[in-house]
Structures are given as structure tokens and as C-alpha cells.
């Protein structure tokens, strides 16, 4: 087998869950266009039980004419975060996503403004963990509210990770924190004694 027809193998549905199982994430290389699977030692969440929320955000959300759905414009979403000049998610990780999305392992947070999608994100779920993987905002603060948002709805449904992968300013001022992979593993197996629907 060549190391082409084996990285598409892990583009399967079933083996993209069992590798979002063990903590790895795809990314494609913007160059090659090759997607490789990523597992980092050194782990990003937001902790469900002890995130910020930012005032100004509240107050922004509250004022705002935005209208938040889930799970009714997979592919905008998708689309939308790949629009930028360099991206890891080329059309290939776009179709092996579709896949995934008719077994109901991705979820989307959408955030429309006056009936237009304005900002959003998407992640992949498993039992209890929701593993976020992107989000874009075409108005301003369309892509935190839609985090608030993601947030709230894992806390309603008591999921217990929420894995962000790399920290970034944006994240960190909803309180992500970076954890060793050993930390990381034993809330996993908390997650996965968990069989909660998104």
C-alpha cells in the first residue's frame, strides 16, 4: 500500500472516530495538500466547569440581533472556515467530514444575523468530549458568541472535555488552559464513560 492510498484509509468515518478517540486531530499541509494526523503532548481545553465569560461578550450578545442555531448549515460552516489565504482544510478533509457527518459525529454552532450566517464553528463529538475545530466570524464577535454559545450547550448536555487543541489569545480569554497529555487521557476516559447525544 502506498503512503498516499494509507493516509486516505484514515480519512474513513470509523477510523476518523477512533483517531479523534486517542486525542489525534487531521490537518491538511497547505503546500502538499497532504493530510496528516496530529497528537500533541501538550493539550489545550476549556475547562466546563471553570470557563470565562467575558462581560463585555455578555452584554455584546444581549444587545445583538444575533440568532444562534446548531446543526442545520454543516457544510457553510465548514466552508467558511477553510475561506481564508492559508488553510488546513482543503476539499479533501471537506468530503472525508461529510462522511463523518452522516454518521452524527460533527456538530455545528451557527450564528446568523437578519437570516444570514454571519459566524459559526464546528467541531466532532464522541461519547463525551467535544473536539473543537474551527470557527470563522464574518461579523465581529460572531465567532465568540458562537463559542458562549457551544459552551453553554455542552454544559446543558454535561459533556465533560471540551478539547480546543492549540491555545491562542482568543481561547484564552475564555479561560483555556494547557494541560500534559497524561492529564489529558484521564479526562478522555471520564468523557468516555459518558454516552451523551449533542
Not at 27 to 45: E, F
Not at 46 to 60: A, G
Not at 129 to 158: C, P, V
Amino acid at each position: 500500500m502506498s503512503f498516499k492510498e494509507e493516509y486516505k484509509e484514515f480519512l474513513r468515518p470509523d477510523l476518523m472516530i477512533k483517531m479523534y478517540a486517542n486525542g489525534a486531530f487531521p490537518m491538511a499541509d497547505s503546500d502538499t495538500g497532504i493530510i496528516n494526523w496530529y497528537l500533541p503532548k501538550v493539550r489545550t481545553i476549556i475547562p466546563l466547569d471553570n470557563y470565562n465569560y467575558p462581560r463585555s461578550l455578555r452584554k455584546f450578545i444581549s444587545d445583538s440581533d444575533f440568532e444562534f442555531r446548531y446543526d442545520t448549515n454543516f457544510l457553510s460552516i465548514v466552508k467558511n472556515c477553510a475561506n481564508r489565504e492559508e488553510t488546513w482544510i482543503n476539499e479533501e478533509l471537506i468530503e472525508a467530514y461529510k462522511n463523518l457527518y452522516k454518521t452524527g459525529n460533527i456538530h455545528t454552532v451557527e450564528v446568523y444575523q437578519k437570516n444570514k450566517l454571519v459566524g459559526g464553528l464546528y467541531g466532532i463529538t464522541f461519547r463525551g468530549a467535544f473536539f473543537g475545530e474551527s470557527m470563522f466570524s464574518i461579523k465581529e464577535q460572531a465567532s465568540k458568541a458562537a463559542l458562549i454559545k457551544l459552551i453553554e450547550r455542552l454544559n446543558e448536555k454535561e459533556f465533560v472535555l471540551l478539547d480546543v487543541q492549540y491555545m491562542t489569545e482568543h481561547l484564552k480569554m475564555f479561560g483555556a488552559v494547557e494541560i500534559e497529555f497524561e492529564e489529558y487521557v484521564s479526562i478522555l476516559n471520564k468523557a468516555y464513560e459518558q454516552n451523551i447525544e449533542f
